[in-house]
C-alpha cells in the first residue's frame, strides 16, 4: 500500500508528532526548520498533506508548488496566511484546529484583567527588577461589584464571562446573533444597545474580526464610556481602533487596558507600547502547554484522516467537482451564500429559519445551495469557523431551521434564486438571478421589484414615498463626501419605496444616523460584499 505524505511546515507539539511517526501509513516528514524557499519548491511538491501554523504562508507560490496535495491543516484557528480561495481552485480542502486553544484564550483574558485591575506587571517589575518596596503606590481595584461588559457571547466569551462571575461581578453581555436566554439563563443582562456595554466599568471583547466588527471601539465610543475604565482585548487585533485606544490611556479616559493582540505583529515597536498603564502580551493566547498539545494532536490527527481521505475534520472549504456539476451552477451556488451574507448584515439579529428556494434548472441543485446560503448567513454571527461541511451542524446547534424547495420555473427569469432570512427581529427576502453577461443581480428585495448589481457597499433606504427624499439622501452622503456609484429605486403599493445605492466609499456610522433621521426613513441598512 502507497504510504501518503504528511509535512510539518512549523513546530507543533511532539505528541502530534509521534502520531504521525507512528501510524505505518504515512510517510512524515518534519520540515520546521528548512529554509521556505527550499521547503516550497522541494519538499511541498511530494506533499499529500501539509500541516502550518502562522510561519508559512500558504499563498500562491506555496499553493502552485503543491502538485499533489490534498488538505492542508492549520494547527491554530486563524487562517489570515492562507490563501483559501486559492486553495479551493485547485481542489485543496483547507481545515483548521477552532477549539483546541478556546480554555488558554479565557484563562489569558482573566489574567489581563487581573493585572490590570492590580497594576501587577508594573508593582512585580517594582520590586523584582527596580528592588523597590513601596507598597503605598500600588493601591489597586477590586473586581466584586464591578459591572463587566462582555462583547460577543461565544465559545470564549461566554466563559470569561462564567469566570467573572466567580468573582462576584455583574455581568452584561451584547451578541445579537444570539437568543438572549443564553445569557439570562446564567443570572447575567443580556442587552441590544451597544451603549449599555459603553457604561460598564471593565469592557472585553471576544468577536470574530470582520467588516462589523473592525475597529467596534473609537473615539466615539471611548468618548461614552465613564472615567477610568478597563478595557481588554485577547481576540484579535483592530476590534478596539489602537489609535483611539492610544489617545484614550493617554488621558487617563482609559484607566488601564490589557491587549494581546495587534494591528501589525510582531508589535515591538507599536505606540501603545510607550504608555504605563497598559498590560501588554505578544499574543499568547493559544500559549499554554495544554493547548498546544490539544493543536499538536488535533491537527495530527485531522492530517491524517485527510491524507487516507477518510475525513475531513473542521474543513474551511470543499473543492466543487465541477465535471458532476454543470457550469452554470457554481456562480449561483456563490450567489447564494453573498444574499446569505447580505441578508445577515440588513437584519443583525438572532437567526432562527432559513429558507431557500430555486425556480429553473437551478431547483435541481437547491440542496447544497442551502448549504452555501447558511454558511454565507452565519459566518457573520458564529465565534465557530462556518464551512460547507459544518454549517448544517452547527445550525442544528444555534436551532436555525433550514429549508430549500424546487420550485416551477419562473415566468421570467431562465433561473431565479429567492432566500428568505428569518431572525428574532423580523423577515428578510431577496431573488437574485445570474443574466448573460454573467454578472449577479438582485431581482427583488422584500416585495419591491428592483434590480441592482450584487456587489460592493451598499445602502438600503427605505422611505415613505413622499418628493424630496432622493435630493436628501444625495445632499446627506455628500455632506459627508461619498460618491454614488449606481441608485435604483422601487415602489409598492403601500407608498413606500426603497432605495438601493451602492457607494465608492466606506459609511460611517455618522452618516448613517443622519440618514436615519431623514423624516420620510423608514428604515436604513449598509451592508459590505
Not at 44 to 52: L, Y
Not at 241 to 261: H, M, P, Q, T
Request: hydrophobic share 40%.
Amino acid at each position: 500500500m502507497k504510504k501518503h505524505t504528511v509535512v510539518v511546515c512549523d513546530h507543533i507539539h511532539k505528541a502530534g508528532l509521534e502520531m504521525l511517526q507512528n501510524d505505518e501509513n504515512i510517510n512524515f516528514v518534519m520540515a520546521a526548520d528548512v529554509d521556505k524557499t527550499e521547503l516550497v519548491e522541494k519538499i511541498i511538491p511530494t506533499a499529500d498533506v501539509a500541516i502550518t501554523r502562522s510561519s508559512t504562508d500558504v499563498d500562491a507560490k506555496f499553493i502552485k508548488n503543491a502538485k499533489n496535495m490534498k488538505a492542508i491543516v492549520r494547527a491554530g484557528v486563524g487562517v489570515d496566511n492562507v490563501d483559501i480561495p486559492g486553495c479551493s481552485k485547485e481542489g485543496i480542502i483547507v481545515m483548521n484546529v477552532p477549539t483546541a486553544n478556546t480554555i488558554a484564550a479565557v484563562e489569558l483574558t482573566m489574567t489581563h484583567m487581573l493585572s490590570c485591575m492590580r497594576m501587577f506587571p508594573y508593582s512585580h517589575d517594582h520590586l523584582k527588577n527596580q528592588r523597590i518596596w513601596k507598597r503605598e503606590k500600588w493601591y489597586g481595584y477590586e473586581m466584586k461589584g464591578k459591572k463587566l461588559g462582555v462583547i460577543g457571547f461565544g465559545n470564549i466569551g461566554s466563559r470569561v464571562a462564567k469566570r467573572a462571575q466567580s468573582f462576584e461581578m455583574d455581568i452584561v453581555a451584547y451578541d445579537p446573533y444570539i437568543h438572549p436566554s443564553k445569557v439570562t439563563d446564567c443570572d447575567m443582562t443580556y442587552t441590544k444597545e451597544f451603549e449599555d456595554i459603553l457604561s460598564c466599568d471593565i469592557i472585553t471583547i471576544h468577536t470574530p474580526k470582520n467588516q462589523e466588527t473592525l475597529d467596534i471601539i473609537g473615539e466615539a465610543e471611548i468618548a461614552k464610556m465613564k472615567d477610568g475604565v478597563v478595557l481588554i482585548n485577547c481576540a484579535r487585533g483592530g476590534l478596539y481602533n489602537e489609535k483611539a485606544l492610544f489617545n484614550g490611556l493617554k488621558s487617563k479616559k482609559i484607566r488601564f487596558a490589557g491587549i494581546d493582540v495587534f494591528n501589525k505583529e510582531p508589535a515591538t515597536d507599536n505606540p501603545l507600547l510607550e504608555l504605563d498603564n497598559i498590560c501588554v502580551s505578544p499574543h499568547l493566547g493559544a500559549n499554554t502547554f495544554e493547548s498546544q498539545y490539544n493543536i499538536g494532536t488535533q491537527a495530527a490527527e485531522n492530517a491524517m484522516e485527510a491524507a487516507k481521505g477518510i475525513a475531513y475534520p473542521h474543513a474551511m472549504n470543499l473543492p466543487i467537482d465541477e465535471s458532476k456539476i454543470p457550469s452554470f451552477v457554481k456562480p449561483f451556488l456563490e450567489m447564494g451564500q453573498k444574499i446569505g451574507f447580505l441578508e445577515s448584515q440588513m437584519n443583525k439579529s438572532q437567526i432562527i429559519a432559513i429558507k431557500v428556494s430555486g425556480h429553473g434548472e437551478i431547483a435541481n441543485y437547491v440542496d447544497s445551495l442551502s448549504t452555501f446560503v447558511a454558511v454565507g448567513a452565519m459566518s457573520q454571527s458564529s465565534d465557530d469557523t462556518i464551512n460547507y461541511v459544518n454549517a448544517e451542524f452547527v445550525a442544528k446547534e444555534k436551532g436555525i431551521k433550514i429549508v430549500s424547495e424546487a420550485l416551477s420555473d419562473s415566468l421570467v427569469f431562465k433561473n431565479l434564486i429567492t432566500i428568505k432570512l428569518t431572525t428574532s427581529e423580523g423577515i428578510t427576502t431577496i431573488s437574485a438571478t445570474i443574466f448573460d453577461d454573467g454578472v449577479m443581480r438582485i431581482t427583488a428585495i422584500d416585495g419591491f421589484d428592483i434590480e441592482v448589481a450584487l456587489k460592493g457597499d451598499m445602502i438600503l433606504f427605505k422611505n415613505s414615498d413622499i418628493p424630496g427624499v432622493i435630493g436628501n439622501i444625495g445632499s446627506t452622503l455628500a455632506k459627508y463626501n461619498v460618491n454614488i456609484a449606481d441608485f435604483s429605486l422601487a415602489r409598492n403599493s403601500e407608498s413606500q419605496a426603497l432605495a438601493v445605492i451602492l457607494v465608492d466609499d466606506v459609511v460611517n456610522d455618522v452618516t448613517l444616523n443622519e440618514l436615519a433621521s431623514l423624516d420620510a426613513c423608514i428604515s436604513v441598512n449598509y451592508a459590505r460584499l
